[in-house]
């Protein structure tokens, strides 16, 4: 009997270090769009509306769990990850709304990753929680989980970055910390994790995964159910796993802990697109980026140029790039989707303009939902960077190359280059100062291709943008202004016109 026991353990260890890397996307779909802060109601539209059309392979949705009203009068975007208790009642919708939302989402083939937070619990309930529940902090009581004061390690605050243990056993910005290693608290997490699995989310944004131990989280996974099959998931799939992990100084902790266990959010990717295509880099820097640049292998690398937390940060690694910095954010975004390297995901924000700035909101607090205009974008002070032209037609130019490597790669040794994907894509971009203006090799077969940065297929094929001819050798006169709208140029082989 031990021994059966035993090797069930060691398959089950097998499964979290083998499983938790396939993302669940529909064939002819990829892509992760961070829709921060959009209702249930919302996105469930969205899915039908534009996410499945356009191609996308899934949405990061915000926290789910009821979490502590900061501020009567002052909803920040940070309180959604203060959790009072586990149920599922927030400013996004209801439980019901939340199952309905999966449910729709997932019935049009677009997967849903839940941001959970399993690290603390809130500091801050003076207003109570979103769904009503009461905790108090001060105590370490939690009734509608329950947790009390048993449930959290000793209370104490990172001092020493470089500590390790600080790291994960003290409190991430004063909030009280749950021990994982407690059964109590594993039930619990496994609980709820389990929950949204019933209800058809395809994974797991983890949430400050770097301050829980590897060991604890990989325990955790492992006692995870598998995806729901009547959300359409095949049998014994396992749940798709995100962990967020900030890794772009020496403190102790290293991504690499916890690569075995599933995916990791790579940061420092994302400082590389902020130096890179603000111009503080050059473009020929990013032939061999990927393992060389010192991040993890593709398939356990989440990339992505912003998240709701760098928008509104000051790095002391070089320029931040968000939706404020127009073309420049366009062609870091365009360069992810158009490169093999990781999983990536595509943030979608609403304006901002101070770190604390919560979603659009109504004078009781209460969300507003996006609009949509007649040329596609988002009103309602939502950005909706995934609606862009040139973001959402990279998903159908990423769609079209999959299965490719990059086959061929020519830059000037400074701020201009181009690659292709096989014989299916070809991307150019231009951060000189003076215009590119040349025939190049785009590896793709004659005819006219449209170029889906600055324009869209109509209908009869024609094209809103510029046109593209590539002559039997695959050679074309490829422009992009110095100082254009985007200086940057994509085709693909679905984006022939003639």
Not at 128 to 138: K, Y
Not at 195 to 198: G, R, Y
């Given at each position: 009997m031990q021994s059966v026991i035993l090797i069930t353990l060691m398959l089950c260890n097998v499964m979290v270090v083998q499983s938790q890397f396939d993302p669940h996307w529909w064939p002819g779909r990829s892509g992760i769009v961070q829709l921060f802060e959009w209702k249930w109601t919302d996105i469930a539209d969205e899915c039908e509306r534009f996410l499945a059309p356009t191609g996308f392979g899934g949405i990061q949705i915000s926290p789910a769990t009821e979490n502590a009203v900061i501020?009567?009068?002052?909803?920040p975007w940070w309180e959604r990850y203060q959790p009072v208790s586990y149920y599922l009642n927030t400013r996004s919708g209801s439980e019901a709304e939340f199952a309905q939302m999966v449910r729709r989402c997932n019935a049009v083939g677009v997967r849903i990753y839940a941001d959970v937070v399993l690290n603390q619990m809130a500091a801050s309930i003076q207003y109570?929680?979103?769904?009503?529940?009461?905790?108090?902090?001060?105590s370490l009581t939690y009734p509608a989980v329950p947790y009390n004061s048993s449930d959290f390690n000793t209370a104490c605050e990172i001092?020493?970055?470089s500590n390790p243990v600080e790291k994960r056993d003290c409190r991430l910005n004063s909030l009280p910390d749950l021990n994982q290693r407690s059964e109590w608290v594993r039930d619990r997490v496994v609980n709820l994790l389990n929950?949204?699995?019933?209800y058809g989310v395809a994974g797991f944004h983890v949430d400050a995964a770097k301050h829980m131990w590897s060991g604890d989280l990989q325990i955790i996974y492992s006692r995870l159910a598998n995806l729901a099959q009547d959300h359409g998931f095949s049998a014994n799939a396992r749940p798709f796993i995100i962990q967020d992990i900030v890794d772009v100084s020496d403190d102790g902790i290293s991504k690499f802990e916890y690569t075995p266990l599933g995916t990791v959010t790579e940061y420092r990717y994302s400082d590389t697109m902020g130096l890179v295509f603000s111009g503080h880099q050059r473009l020929s820097t990013l032939i061999n980026i990927g393992q060389p640049?010192?991040?993890p292998a593709s398939e356990r690398t989440l990339v992505f140029v912003d998240n709701h937390v760098k928008q509104r940060s000051n790095s002391e690694k070089g320029p931040i790039?968000?939706?404020?910095?127009?073309?420049h954010y366009i062609m870091a975004v365009a360069f992810m989707l158009a490169h093999p390297y990781g999983t990536p995901r595509v943030m979608s924000s609403y304006a901002f303009n101070n770190g604390d700035h919560g979603p659009p909101a109504d004078s009781n607090g209460n969300i507003i939902s996006p609009t949509v205009n007649s040329d596609g974008t988002c009103g309602n002070n939502w950005i909706c960077e995934h609606r862009l032209n040139a973001i959402a037609n990279m998903i159908g130019f990423r769609n079209t190359v999959a299965g490719t490597d990059v086959s061929y790669w020519v830059d000037n040794g400074a701020y201009q280059m181009a690659f292709c994907r096989g014989n299916r894509g070809f991307i150019v971009f231009n951060l000189e100062r003076t215009d590119l203006d040349q025939t190049m090799q785009t590896c793709l077969p004659s005819g006219v291709y449209c170029d889906v940065i600055t324009g869209t297929i109509g209908?009869?094929?024609?094209?809103?943008g510029?046109?593209?001819e590539v002559d039997a050798n695959g050679l074309a006169r490829i422009y992009v202004a110095a100082f254009g709208a985007f200086n940057v140029l994509a085709i693909h082989a679905n984006s022939k016109v003639q």
């Open positions: 501020y009567s009068s002052f909803r109570g929680g979103s769904g009503g529940s009461i905790a108090d902090s001060s001092k020493e970055k929950k949204f699995i019933v640049f010192g991040f790039l968000t939706y404020k910095d127009g073309k209908t009869g094929g024609t094209c809103t510029y046109s593209i």
